[in-house]
């Protein structure tokens, strides 16, 4: 893609722009197409309905004004025999382009069948036989979320649509939902007959008592000396918005929204040297792991994929003004179906503004006693999504400075076991009175498609080594960065390193600085670990993108997600392992990097009922991307006398 090509995708124009998500007019006629052309059972689910998103060279051919083929993608399940179909729409020819039988899979669990799992568990004599056993008879307030069942290998059921329900009692509607767990409990259901196939019952583990709720009218005494704290952009904000392109200081993007994925960025470029300048064509969380770190057998089998698994851009929240965004905002919506064709919109999805962030640059000549100082502004589009008791916030922010940060906010209920009293747990710890929290850890992987200005990327690692003893270096102070190109798919598995100060570049070797580098952008890693399940686990296996936190494979628009399309009951192997057997050179080429970071998590009752924000995420920098400091011609701030408190 060439700067000029960069250019216009970031415009919009007056025909629909090929990235953008499907519309609500656009996503019911694409189901009226779907059901004209074919004749689909009253059993059959619309599992994912989204935009069958153009390859990177289909953008790159748009050309301003020219009318666009719009296509939808559709994941169809037939709950009478099992079967999956993808399926393409197309909504310029009107017709159903193509129609694909996907043998042996299982798509991510519906938010519907949730609710239909719950009822039915609830109705299953065994799963209230297994209750009474607890003393427990109103089953009014129980709640059952349907877990994701994994694939270790002893399935007893194969060729069904599994899940685990997991039982929780509350003591009202209004209750923490997930702080008294039926422990011991396992109904495994079949998702297509919904059905209970069967109630494990691993032994009678008393109720824990009532640990609290959260809502502010359950925590009682509420401090009252926080005054307000508003963000004024009398003249609004700085940013403008054309459909769903954005341009920001001297920042454009376009943003974009999948079930599957939730938030995505595409083209991000920033004008510099008389025209945009591209870094990212497309970026988006690719998967996502939580496995667990208890052997016992309830939580062993808890390793949720909340992308494959679930889809986690369907369980975004709708967000409030004043509670999840301050300041001038601009929201979009997200727009998808139900498990039944039903065109739903979760409006608010995404929330876009400005933050101030602290000082940007300074420095005081402490001969003249001049300062030159000016504030950081930053740019945030972000989306929250809830997966049964855990709560995900997902933050981009663009910076003045050139950087682009990602960051996740985990936040929500924990997934908690019942023990009796006195009892120590060895793999969690007490978080309330006979309520403990295993030890597990959280896996992100973000899929970052560079085109650092244009096609022809390469990848180093660059570590920091001590000089070697010698008349060079009389003193032992030298050290030196070693750069090393990352020229294979099997050489470009990498792990951090924060002892020798080790990150990785990306830049355009055929693209050179002022000073004679090439340009490009390093990734800033954050807090990160490894996986402590064994190499021949079921979740090391099935989310093997865990085994390093840098991989990066030649573009290919198949390859997506970094444990394979369908990781719903999967047994493994696919994704990034798959992707990279191919071992594919990557010099100079059109590269996607894979970044996965780790958030360890042994809890703490501080977690509990719900727990604070923990965050995590990396930066992207730029390195050599600019010649000089990109934000020195900001403006200098206006001084304000008015507001000092004596
Ligand atoms: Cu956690």
């Not at 059959?44 to 990177?56: G, N």
């Amino acid at each position: 893609m060439t700067n000029e090509n960069m250019a216009f995708v970031n415009d919009e124009m007056s025909s629909v722009h090929p990235l953008n998500p499907l519309s609500v007019e656009e996503m019911r006629e694409a189901v009226q197409i779907l059901r004209d052309g074919r004749q689909l059972s009253g059993r059959v689910r619309f599992m994912s309905a989204a935009l069958r998103e153009p390859t990177k060279a289909e953008v790159c051919a748009y050309a301003s004004g020219q009318p666009q083929a719009r296509e939808a993608h559709f994941i169809l399940l037939d709950n009478g025999d099992g079967q999956v179909y993808e399926v393409v729409v197309s909504l310029t020819e009107r017709c159903v382009k193509s129609w694909s039988h996907m043998p042996g899979v299982q798509p991510p669990i519906h938010v519907d069948e949730f609710v239909e799992c719950e009822n039915m568990v609830k109705a299953h004599p065994e799963w209230q036989t297994a209750l009474r056993r607890r003393g427990i008879t109103n089953f009014e307030n129980a709640i059952v979320d349907p877990w994701s069942a994994g694939n270790f290998g002893d399935e007893q059921f194969p060729g069904h649509r599994l899940a685990r329900g997991y039982t929780w009692m509350r003591t009202s509607h209004d209750d923490v939902g997930y702080g008294r767990p039926v422990d011991g409990v396992v109904a495994i259901v079949d998702l297509n007959t919904m059905t209970v196939l069967k109630v494990e019952d691993h032994g009678v583990v008393p109720l824990p008592p009532p640990s609290g709720n959260y809502t502010a009218a359950a925590v009682g005494s509420i401090r009252d000396d926080l005054k307000p704290l508003d963000i004024v952009q009398l003249d609004g904000p700085s940013f403008s918005v054309d459909g769903y392109a954005v341009s920001w200081q001297k920042w454009k993007f376009r943003i974009g929204f999948t079930p599957r994925e939730g938030l995505v960025l595409y083209c991000v470029g920033y004008a510099d040297r008389g025209r945009e300048r591209p870094i990212l064509y497309r970026v988006s969380l690719s998967e996502m792991v939580v496995p667990y770190g208890d052997p016992g057998p309830i939580h062993s089998k808890k390793n949720a994929f909340d992308v494959g698994e679930y889809g986690i851009g369907r369980l975004v929240n709708s967000l409030e003004l004043g509670c999840d965004c301050l300041g001038n905002i601009k929201y979009f919506d997200a727009i998808m179906t139900d498990s039944r064709g039903g065109v739903v919109v979760i409006p608010k999805a995404v929330c876009m503004h400005e933050e101030d962030y602290g000082t940007l640059w300074k420095h005081t000549d402490w001969r003249t006693n001049h300062t030159e100082v000016r504030r950081s502004r930053r740019l945030v589009v972000s989306s929250f999504a809830t997966v049964g008791n855990y709560d995900y916030g997902f933050f981009w922010y663009f910076y003045q400075s050139g950087d682009i940060q990602l960051e996740v906010k985990l936040t929500g209920c924990l997934s908690v076991g019942a023990l009796p009293p006195d009892v120590q747990p060895k793999y969690g710890v007490m978080v309330s009175p006979q309520l403990y929290a295993p030890i597990h850890q959280h896996f992100f992987n973000f899929r970052l498609h560079f085109m650092i200005e244009g096609e022809g990327n390469s990848v180093y690692e660059v570590d920091t080594v001590p000089e070697t003893q010698g008349p060079h270096n009389p003193l032992g102070n030298g050290c030196h960065p070693q750069t090393t190109l990352l020229r294979s798919e099997a050489e470009a598995q990498r792990v951090i390193n924060p002892l020798a100060g080790r990150y990785w570049k990306v830049i355009n070797p055929n693209v050179r600085n002022n000073v004679g580098q090439p340009v490009g952008y390093k990734i800033v890693h954050g807090e990160n670990v490894l996986p402590f399940a064994s190499p021949d686990s079921s979740v090391m296996k099935r989310a093997g993108f865990m085994r390093s936190h840098l991989w990066v494979t030649a573009y290919d628009p198949s390859e997506m997600y970094a444990s394979g399309d369908y990781i719903n009951q999967h047994p493994g192997g696919d994704g990034l392992p798959a992707y990279v057997a191919k071992d594919r050179p990557l010099e100079n080429s059109d590269v996607v990097v894979w970044y996965t970071c780790g958030h360890h998590h042994i809890p703490r009752p501080e977690d509990w009922p719900v727990m604070p924000v923990a965050y995590i995420g990396f930066i992207l920098r730029p390195v050599g991307f600019f010649d000089a400091n990109p934000a020195m011609d900001t403006p200098p701030p206006e001084l304000r006398a008015s507001c000092e408190v004596q």
